[in-house]
């Protein structure tokens, strides 16, 4: 018998997780504090390399929630305490110490494959079951108990039942595949390229403590980040539409060198720097999908929806989600009835949808023509900070209650004071 058909015991968890990046051990975390037992399966080893390097505060509130705050704090990140805005050698610049909701105003810009071992790490340590280079193959719900079928990293198969399932699979979308939930995104496709590179940055027009978006010179849905580390290393990427990255010549890293050099002002903050690392590209990563939860599962972050990464939302969306459904679900393992639309999904959206109309109002210029008008009200740029912080759940922020409506009024504001002056 071949080592792939041999078929392992069957184990039971009160919840089975599927990832284990911040979505996937933050749940972890605050499930195995409410004394349940819980397995997290991740296809991958960690360390492993992701992007969505720059955190959010509100991020800050959701580690604390897990009892990870004290091993975040001093695993030596780098510090961030806002934005930076860059169109044309224009700044804007946003102090997340100055914005409308209250919580945390500091974060950190971190290498995804340190932070999130050491959440993984944390969850663990907290009593979560954690098992690496598990890849999910089935799953059923056909029982009162869903069951899933993994095959493990010596080739044998395996088969777990659980009282309920969280799909923290990111951008794998384990449970969207596997159960025919995925729905297509109404964003525009758009590509990214991106890489590390070695800084050697000396600029005093560039904050470490700020993650830096430049706008391109010439074309207003082009964009660049860089995410500056700790250890004077950074991210870097662009992200454009790939029918215009298809007039760029070369292999990804030849192209995305020529858009950095298009831009002068991200060009002269990068003139020293050693790109040492290979670039990678990928292409229509928005998502959706047509149920986020049902009395068996629930779908945490990037496994639900990614919107864009314009605005480093998708950990702290993951973070929130994994709070949100541990407190529905601990409510249902203990006896209650749990609408998962009411409690869960709807709850989850309408930050997620603040963020959207955010994203939206990017992309079609609106938002770059607020953040780079010259005569900004403080009171309104302390509620839009608050936003670009994460808190985009707080409905005490007219910008939260009404995104839309209110980035409109806005920005007809901005364009016919300018027009006048």
Known sequence: ???????????????????????????????????YRVLVLERETFPRFSIGE???????????????????????????NGAMFQRRGQFSKFDFNDKFSP??????????????KLLADEAAHAGADIRYQHQITA???????????C?????????FTARFLLDASGFGRVLPRLLGLESPSDFPVRSSLFCHVEDRITSTAFDREKILIS???????????????????SSLGVVIDPELL?????????????LVGEDPVLAEILKDAEWDTPVRNITGYSANVSELASNQYALL?????????????????????????????????????????????????????TFREFVTAWYDGRFQDIIFYQQQSPEIRAMISAILAGYAWDRNNPYVKSPGRRLNALWDYCRSTTKSA
């Not at 719900?141 to 079928?149: A, I, K």
């Open 139 to 149: 799953v059923s719900l056909d029982q009162p108990e869903p069951t899933v079928q």
């Open 1 to 35: 018998m071949s080592g792939t058909s041999q078929q392992t015991p069957s184990e039971r968890f009160d919840v089975l997780i599927i990832g284990a990046g911040p979505s996937g051990s933050v749940a972890a975390a605050l499930l195995v504090a409410r004394g």
């Open 246 to 258: 298809k007039n760029y010549e070369g292999q990804p890293h030849q192209k995305l060198q020529t």
């Open 215 to 233: 706008v391109h010179p010439r074309f207003q849905g082009v964009w660049y980040w860089l995410i500056p580390f700790s250890n004077g290393r």
């Open 103 to 116: 919580g945390p105003g500091e974060t950190y810009q971190v290498p995804r494959a340190d932070f999130d």
């Open 54 to 80: 720059s955190l959010l505060p509100q991020c800050m509130e959701f580690l604390s929630e897990a009892g990870m705050s004290d091993a975040v704090n001093s695993a030596g990140f780098q510090v961030k």
């Open 151 to 159: 095959q493990r990293p010596d080739g044998t198969q395996q088969t």
């Open 301 to 353: 972050g990037n496994a639900g929806e990614f919107l864009d990464p314009v605005f480093s939302s998708g950990v702290t969306i993951a973070m929130k989600s994994a709070s949100l459904a541990s407190a529905a679900l601990h409510r249902q393992l203990s006896g209650e009835n749990v609408d998962w639309q009411t409690d869960y999904a709807l709850p989850l959206q309408q930050g997620v949808d």
